[in-house]
């Protein structure tokens, strides 16, 4: 999907990357919030005395590792997730920025389409044990922006050969990105734990 938005791609369908990427982020930052909101709003259903006891600390550390060991496909098993995309069918039929805002509501959302790590269901996790609104938008807003700024990364592609390149450069940054990513896993599961216990 990120190549069909470049500027190669805007300016072959006669639209303004600018204003598409504007569209992608605001859309992003959208979905991320109403997804984190969502889940705090879930999660506040449940008494504050269970959320905030060790017993609950530890069911979402285990959910977290319980999502990284899928990620790692422990067992040969693959994380939950349907099979669809957002429609690129879009790209023909709709203005750039109705596009851009349509997509980036779903990418940012992080569970409309096919959910490629445990990461976005750490972070609707973390929003549902809060209970609080206020820290479900919040990290659905950082969500929603983790999920949108890589769409900058291909600025720079106005020709097929900087499209080659822009991913050539994405094969090698996957292995390492992925690692940072269980990383995050492993200490967001340690720092519930830890807080579940102060």
């Known amino acids: 999907m990120l190549s069909s938005i470049s500027p190669l791609g805007e300016r072959a369908r006669g639209a303004r990357w600018g204003l598409t990427v504007t569209a992608y982020l605001v859309g992003s930052l959208v979905g991320g919030a109403v997804a984190g909101t969502l889940a705090a709003a879930l999660g506040s259903a449940l008494p504050a005395s269970w959320r905030d006891s060790v017993a609950a ?27 669809r995309q957002v429609d690129e069918a879009w790209l023909t039929r709709y203005r750039g920025w109705v596009y851009g805002l349509g997509f980036g509501l779903q990418l940012g959302a992080g569970v ?6 445990s990461t976005v269901y750490a972070v609707l996790l973390l929003a549902a044990w809060s209970g609080q609104l206020w820290v479900g938008l919040l990290l659905g807003l950082v969500f929603g922006v983790a999920r949108g700024l ?33 990383g995050a896993l492993v200490l967001t ?7 579940g216990w102060s």
Do not use: Q
């Open 57 to 83: 600390a530890v069911l979402v550390a285990i959910g977290v590792l319980v999502g990284l060991a899928l990620d790692l496909r422990a067992r040969g098993h693959g994380l939950p997730s349907w099979k």
């Open 112 to 117: 409309m389409t096919i959910v490629t790590s």
């Open 150 to 182: 890589p769409i900058l990364a291909l600025h720079g592609v106005h020709s097929p050969g900087d499209l080659h390149r822009f991913f050539a450069r994405l094969d090698r940054w996957a292995r390492p990105v992925d690692r940072l990513a269980r």
């Open 189 to 195: 599961a340690t720092v519930v734990v830890a807080s």
